[in-house]
């Protein structure tokens, strides 16, 4: 409408109706721009062209191939000398390529020859018309004609200019503009006119639900800055026309995000990305972790990004914090701390009650909140999907042999790459997830640089090869020997009764499958474990996984697995030289492990060169290299024999199986003969079997619950509950230690009873205290002021509760030490490691102090947790650095007393990043700060509760809590 054009940009709805062809509905958004052509979202939006008669320009864009076409004419018209494609004659409407004023390369159509070697070109994708030199403009090539243009004239419908003028004023050319620009419309096409020019009416689509769209032509003409046409007759809105026509961009590219990365799953359909596989695809970097992990959004999701945050802060910016029960997987709005801005999450772990750590899947970031910055993410903001995508760099991989990219090589790649613009490049055709691609972007030079390269030439990155899935459609098979097989959805082997025939067999299949080039992956898969017809069967545990999953073969399936595993490898003995493959997550395989031995396996995460397969019989997990792998089933009719097994109403700590649990479990289990106790069965035949396992009598859950590893449910009735095989020995066994016998002279090894207990004064009670060891800001072990007193104190009787007699000594426990440190190599190592034991045991200062067993870390070389009793420090310890204690110094109280400080709690809100490992409710920052609040101090106590554990308020001049100064710094909030 305007001299300086514009661009329109679509927004519909997809109904179509099936009445009259000529009539249909449009939406449209007016964005008034200079007619330049961007590349970051060019292809998205549609030109709007001047005409004296209320005319404009719109482009139906219906897909990213038209960003593709622009893309791939701007490359080859930049890059040709011109010579050889000049137009040396042009003629009226002549097909040619022309440059614009921006400097870029467009399809154009000549409209005039006003001589002095320039030509008059319209730009058929836009609209926009412009003179230009002879030089400007060059032969189109053949493969750029067969699109069809994109830019579609409109007229304003059943209005003229008023006072009978032929020209529209510039008052009513502003007002159009007002009404129109940067804003969605509505567009009913009436009919078309000559040359295909679409006769229309506008309507304002942004009115309140149920009310009638406004007419833009009915508005003119009530403002006076048009007149309706001789005989035309005002007719009644309710009967305007309804049809929807083709959807907008927008929608375009909102149903794009939606295919791409559906916000209910993570996965990505195939066929979304079959026509972006090697096209340059333009992005805006939003977030780097590593070159394996680049988040990116596409361009044109611009808009639709900003409409969403739009909609979040009118949806969220007042609303009040409702305690729902957060669960993993779950989506959420997340207000982002330090920023007025609300984003689409969703929950990756649950990190405390109040923490949770979560996914803005929108922008690719991840982050720990608060779950007072957590709100229910309303479902009519769950209809948009994932607005931002996961992406690998190609071609490369880490360097120093580790298939663990370093900080360095994250840290750079982010700092060069996150908030750029860059172009992408998808390189499989069938989708894996994150996104192998190759990015481009601009250097300082303006020049096009790889970004894989980049990493190379830095030394952070190898280059890794790589194979284009054409050249290596069949596999390279040199000594294949089975007996009668058939190769259909795999490869089937079984025992062949004749070595000669085999061979001639084998001969005659390995010829077959050479010509077989189009066939590359298998079709079929392994089948599920098959759970005895049993309530109570026998097995050995083939392994534990890395998420606590206890995978058991029954010794009934036993004699079966060796058989198929000889057979395996009697009848497969070598494979050759596998030609390139890419794999997919989940395909089953043939691994041949680092024992040299073949196994069934599947396929578990694609790792750049390294794949995560899992040996499918016996549950084990393993990185190995892709040259290990082949695409072939063995024995696909025998189902897999191992069952993974999850322990029944057991909740382990943390709702996750935690390191130290899952190593107890692997140092305890694999290998052993177990009782397994069917107790539900899965929905699907792939999940895990809830079962209660006994071993060696005992009940695992309720032995992981004993060393606070879990929680077991309904113990009452387990415990009465009792194995397969089981007997009277259970019921004469005495597992309570008397200790009065274990100390008779006839006893070789000592078993002493625990060290005796210090006690603090009664409640209300000041009392001078030291701390001899902080675990976290609210739980320390302290001793009292008073040591010297510890004898006295405890010299009320020479015999203690266990009948123990001491013979009282006068002197201190120091001196004790120090007299043992002097002879402690005539001590006798420490044999006995049971828990609670009572030792010598040396610290790094190279001293003897006393000690307690508290578990077993390691078997080989053996090495033990032990407590100093009288710091409350922990450290685990090789055995040659235990002895055994003498009985004198049993005598002596343990002097640290386990307690916990009242008055304060972890804050709701934390901004701390840095939390304690093992107590992540808590920040690094606080227990710093709370070390620095008790060093060097004098401080006292008060008793505030002493059972069931000890309570007490810490002051550091009889009247000032210490924990007030963690509250004044926002690091703790009081606890009334």
């Known amino acids: 409408m305007g001299a300086g054009g514009g661009r329109l940009v679509g927004e519909a709805t997809k109904k179509e109706t099936a009445k009259s062809k000529a009539v249909g509905t449009y939406s449209f958004h007016f964005v008034l721009l200079t007619p330049k052509i961007r590349r970051e979202g060019a292809a998205s939006l549609f030109i709007k062209a001047a005409s004296q008669s209320f005319g404009f320009i719109t482009e ?4 990213l191939d038209f960003l593709f076409l622009l893309k791939a004419i701007e490359d080859f018209y930049k890059g ?6 000049e137009i040396l004659c042009p003629v009226e409407d002549q097909a040619c390529v022309a440059k614009f004023e921006d400097g870029v390369w467009y399809r154009a159509k000549v409209t005039g020859l006003p001589g002095h070697r320039e030509v008059e070109v319209k730009y058929v994708d836009f609209g926009n018309t412009a003179k230009i030199t002879l030089k400007e403009m060059r032969k189109i090539k053949d493969e750029f004609l067969s699109p069809p243009e994109k830019a579609i004239k409109c007229k304003l419908a059943y209005i003229e200019p008023c006072e009978g003028t032929m020209q529209w004023s510039k008052k009513a050319k502003e007002k159009f503009e007002e009404k129109t620009q940067d804003k969605f419309m509505t567009c009913s096409v009436i009919k078309t006119l000559e040359d295909n020019v679409l006769l229309v009416e506008l309507f304002n689509s942004h009115g309140s639900p149920g009310m009638t769209p406004t007419s833009i032509n009915d508005q003119l003409v009530k403002e006076g800055l048009a007149a309706y046409e001789v005989g035309y007759t005002l007719k009644d809105n309710s009967k305007k026309h309804v049809e929807v026509w083709d959807p907008s961009p927008e929608e375009i ?27 340059e695809l333009p992005v805006h970097i939003c977030n780097v972790v590593s070159p394996e992990k680049i988040y990116v959004q596409w361009l044109l999701t611009e808009n639709l990004l900003n409409s969403l945050e739009e909609k979040m802060i009118a949806a969220y910016e007042n ?8 669960e993993n997987d779950m989506h959420c709005a997340v207000k982002v701390p330090d920023k007025n801005q609300w984003r689409r999450g969703q929950i990756v772990k649950m990190v405390t009650d109040t923490l949770v750590e979560v996914l803005l899947y929108d922008v690719g970031v991840e982050l720990v909140v608060n779950i007072n910055c957590l709100r229910e993410l309303r479902e009519n903001l769950k209809t948009m999907g994932r607005l931002s995508l996961e992406c690998s760099l190609v071609d490369i991989r880490p360097t120093g042999g580790s298939d663990k990219w370093t900080a360095t090589a994250c840290d750079c790649l982010s700092l060069y790459l996150t908030g750029a613009i860059a172009t992408i490049i998808l390189q499989e055709n069938n989708t894996t997830w994150p996104l192998p691609v190759k990015i481009f972007c601009r250097d300082e030079k303006g020049d096009r640089v790889d970004v894989s390269n980049y990493l190379i030439k830095k030394g952070l990155a190898l280059r890794e090869r790589r194979f284009n899935k054409s050249d290596s459609s069949h596999l390279s098979e040199k000594c294949l020997e089975q007996g009668d097989s058939t190769i259909t ?3 089937k082997i079984h025992p062949a009764p004749d070595r000669k025939a085999t061979d001639k067999v084998s001969e005659h299949k390995m010829s077959g499958l050479k010509e077989r080039t189009s066939e590359t992956r298998t079709t079929g898969c392994y089948k599920p474990p098959v759970i005895p017809n049993m309530k109570v069967f026998e097995a050995i545990v083939s392994c534990i996984g890395d998420d606590g999953t206890i995978f058991v073969v029954p010794k009934l399936s036993e004699f079966k697995l060796v058989k198929m595993m000889n057979e395996i490898q009697t009848n497969l003995k070598c494979l050759g030289l596998l030609e390139p493959y890419f794999w997919k997550k989940g395909e089953p395989c043939a691994v041949r492990g680092s024992d040299t031995m073949w196994y069934r396996g599947k396929v ?12 499918l019989d016996h549950g084990f997990t393993e990185k190995i290299p892709q040259c290990h792998l082949y695409p072939i089933l063995l024995y696909p009719d025998i189902p897999q024999f191992c069952i993974p097994c999850q322990l029944y109403h057991t909740v382990p700590a943390g709702k996750v199986w935690q390191p130290d649990a899952i190593e107890l479990l692997q140092e305890l289990l694999p290998k052993r003969e177990v009782d397994v106790h069917i107790m539900e069965l899965p929905k699907n035949p792939w999940e895990k079997l809830s079962i209660h396992l006994y071993f060696d009598g005992m009940l695992l859950s309720h032995f992981m619950a004993h060393h606070k590893y879990c929680t077991f449910e309904h113990s009452e009735e387990i415990f009465k509950e009792k194995p397969t095989d089981y007997n009277k020995k259970y019921e004469e066994e005495k597992w309570e230690i008397r200790f009065e016998e274990l100390l008779l002279s006839e006893t070789e090894t000592s078993v002493l009873p625990p060290y005796l207990s210090s006690f603090l004064p009664p409640p209300e009670e000041l009392y001078a205290v030291q701390v001899k060891h902080v675990v976290s800001p609210n739980e320390m072990y302290i001793c009292l002021d008073a040591v010297e007193n510890y004898n006295q104190l405890n010299h009320h009787s020479d015999t203690d509760d266990s009948g123990v007699s001491w013979e009282l000594e006068s002197e ?3 001196e004790a030490l120090q007299r043992c440190n002097k002879n402690v190599e005539l001590f006798p190592p420490l044999t006995d490691f049971r828990t609670e034991m009572p030792c010598l045991a040396e610290y790094a200062d190279g001293l003897w102090y006393r000690a307690k067993i508290v578990s077993i870390k390691e078997f080989n070389p053996l090495c033990v947790l032990v407590q100093f009793v009288d710091y409350g420090s922990t450290e685990k310890l090789a055995v040659n650095r235990l002895r055994q204690i003498p009985l004198h110094l049993m005598q002596y109280p343990a002097r640290a007393i386990k307690v916990l400080l009242a008055g304060f709690k972890p804050p709701l809100k934390d901004s701390g990043k840095t939390r304690i490992p093992y107590c992540p409710k808590w920040s690094m920052e606080a227990l710093w700060t709370m070390i620095d609040c008790l060093q060097g101090k004098q401080l006292y106590a008060s008793s505030m509760a002493q059972a069931p554990e000890q309570i007490v308020t810490l002051y550091e ?20």
């Not at 609303?319 to 957060?326: A, M, R, V």
Request: net charge negative; no cysteine.
């Open 253 to 279: 590219i909102s149903d794009e995000a939606n295919n791409l990365s559906p916000v209910s799953v993570k996965s990505l359909p195939n066929e979304n990305f079959q026509s972006f596989y090697n096209k």
């Open 80 to 85: 040709e000398d011109g010579e050889s494609l």
């Open 60 to 63: 139906a864009i219906e897909n």
């Open 957 to 976: 001049d009889e009247q000032y809590p210490v924990h007030m100064s963690l509250v004044e710094m926002g690091l703790a909030d009081k606890d009334e």
């Open 489 to 491: 959805e795999g490869i």
């Open 812 to 814: 201190s426990l120091e």
């Open 319 to 326: 609303s009040q914090w409702e305690p729902i029960k957060w």
């Open 604 to 615: 578990m995460e694609v790792l750049g060169g390294t794949i995560r397969v899992q040996y």
